[in-house]
Structures are given as structure tokens and as C-alpha cells.
């Protein structure tokens, strides 16, 4: 079969909830993928973030094959040899006391606002525990997170909506406190809102968040599924201001690329909530997904990919900049929301128009783009694929009616 047929069986035989760039993956190493027709692409998607150790990496790789012949599935009703390492070593990362390990990010998600939850009904004594959550979050698919997104397309349809949250501004500290009464019992934030274009809070906003969450005595939950392990040049977004939340959400790159990992972490006096048989996950935490989380702890402790990350992003940054045709450039890290002058061109043509020059990038609302290639990407390819950018942007340029 070739591209078109791919696509075409693709599209008859499944749901049309994804829009995706016209290529075929068939194969990928490090930071470089294949299509069908043995075209190569350099992606600078990374399964948003999931991938940020590069495909196929050998460590990682390595791990998962050695426990794919030992052990691969017990359920939690047994415990397995791999999971007490994974815990320890996921606490040791986190600084926090202990995880609760599940597979996607909105099911971490979910964990979190069970746990915190119940942390307000049994330590805080609040009968209808409320969260104050973000304009323009992205906290994942499921019936209660989208009943919180502010996206209609996210959101419309699925009514009725899970009640018992309350929407504010990002960004904006005072909106926290005006809102927290005495049902609050936790706010939930992406320390870099990723889906709504690579969003950074304003500087100080972080540990304002933290400051006001410990003096009313809530939990701050930090949604880090996309903007940790690695991605901003430090372990966690948070650590780029210092701030400890009381609850980590973890997801994506926790799977190594591999398979879905995710978890929650947070000290016992929060997670210590959760009793036998009140939540749990067929899948969460099996030996395959600790090994392979395992492999991914272990890299991350060393620090050379979040070292990766800082260095390569500020090379990144000051070339995006640059650009011609470039209206604002945010992130951290080895990531970059870039809004393009929307009279040249919407993200979408300016990521088909990459596509055909071998970079595979995603838009995101209207005419930003994001990059977030893997951390493995070498600093040639990377000013490669910026030069790719700048050629793409060149030719919009060209056809503008404008000049
Ligand atoms: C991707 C993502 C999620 C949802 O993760 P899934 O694995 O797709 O369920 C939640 N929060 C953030 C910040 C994300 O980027």
C-alpha cells in the first residue's frame, strides 16, 4: 500500500476525532522517523512530550525487552518485582512520600482530583470539595476534565458536566484568591499551559500560586504530564521558580515512548487518603510500565537530557526570534510555541509546508505552531529544522499579497 491507500483505509475505518498531517510512519531512531515510502522526517512533535528520550531509545529499549520475556502483567492483586523500584524511585525523583501509578495523563488527572477530593472530605470535612482549575487548561478526554476545559470543541456535546469546579484566569494570582471559599480544596495548573500554545505564566505567578495555596490550606496540584520530565530544561516546570506543589501529575515521557505511564505523587498526609479497593487501575503500575519507568528515572536522575534541553532551547529561542513572519515566540527548554503572522499563512499550512521539506510539526489554535522535538536531538538537526522553518516562512512571505 502506498501513503494514499494508508490514509484512505485510515479514515474509512475510524472515527475522524484526529486531523492528521498526511504521513505514514512505518519506522523511527533517536529523533528521526520514516514514512512508508522511506521518506525520512525529523520530528519536532516527540508524541507531544511523550517521546522526549528520543525513539527507540537503547536504554529504555533494553529495559523493556528484557521484562517483555520475564514478566509483563500481574494486576495489583500481586505484587511484582519491579514495582516496589519504580515507586521508590518515582518518590525519590518527585521529593514526594508516594505515587499512585495509573497509564494515561487523564486518568493521573482524575486520581488527582479523586484524591483531593477525598483529602477534602475526610481531612478538611468539606461536603462538596470544589477545585479551582485554569482558562485554556488541557488536563486530558475524560467526562469530568472536559467539563472544566474552556475549548468548545473540547467541551460541547458532552454534557451534563461534572460539577464542583471553578474557572479563572491563568496567569492572574488575584483570581485564585477571589475565588477560594470554604468548598476550595485545591487548585489544579499546568506550570506551562502546553496545548493552549506553549502559555508561560508571567514571572512570580508560580510561587504566588504556591504561597496562596499553603496559606488557605489546599493542595496545589501541578499538572506537569507535558511540561516535566525534562521537557523545560529542569526535572519539573516548577523547578524553574523554586516551587514544590503538593501534588505532582506525571504522564507521557514517564512511558519511555514505550507504553502509557503515569502517576500522581504527593506526600502520605494527601495520598495517604486512598484505602484498599477505593481506586485503582487494571494496568497501573504492571512490571512492563515500572520497568520501563524505571529506565526512564534512572536517565533522568543523571540530568543530561534535562542539561540537553536548556542548552539546545537557548540556541532554539534566539533563532525562532529571528525568523521573518514570526509574531511571538513562547517556552522553555527544547519547546516553543510560535504564533506566525496570520495573514501569511495558518499553523496548519505552515505544518504541511514543513512536512514536505522532512520536518514533522503540530499546530495549535489558528496560526501558532509548537516544536518540542526529542531531547536526543543533535544541535545540527536542530538549526536544520529551524532553517527549514525559516525557508517555509520565506515562501509565504513571497506569495503574500502584501508585498
Ligand atoms: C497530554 C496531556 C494530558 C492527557 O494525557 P493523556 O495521556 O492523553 O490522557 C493531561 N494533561 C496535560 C498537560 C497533557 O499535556
Known sequence: MNTRDFIELAESRSAHNYHPLPVVIASAEGAWVVDVEGK?????LAGYSSLNFGHGNPEILAAARAQLDRLTLTS???????????ADGLT?????DMILPMNTG????ETAIKVARKWGHEVKGIREPNIIVMEDNFHGRTTTIVSFSTDPDARDGYGPYTPGFTIVKYGSAEAIREAIDENTVAV???PVQGEAGVLLPPDGYLPQVREICTSAGILMIADEIQSGLGRTGMTFACDHEGVIPDMYVLGKALGGGIVPVSAVAANADVLGVIKPGQHGST?????LACAVGNAVIAILKRGEFQARARELGATLHDRLRALPGVVAVRGRGLWAGIDIDPSLASGRQVCESLMTKGVLAKDTHGSTIRLAPPLVITAEDLSWAIDQLAAVLGEFQA?????
Open 106 to 109: 487523564a486518568e493521573a488527572v
Open 76 to 86: 495489583r492483586a500481586f505484587y511484582h518485582d519491579q514495582f516496589a523500584a519504580f
Open 283 to 287: 494496568f497501573g503500575g504492571n512490571p
Open 188 to 190: 489544579l495548573i499546568e
Open 92 to 96: 525519590d525523583l518527585c521529593g514526594k
Open 399 to 403: 506569495r503574500s499579497p502584501k508585498l
Open 40 to 44: 525520512r522526517y525529523l520530528d519536532c
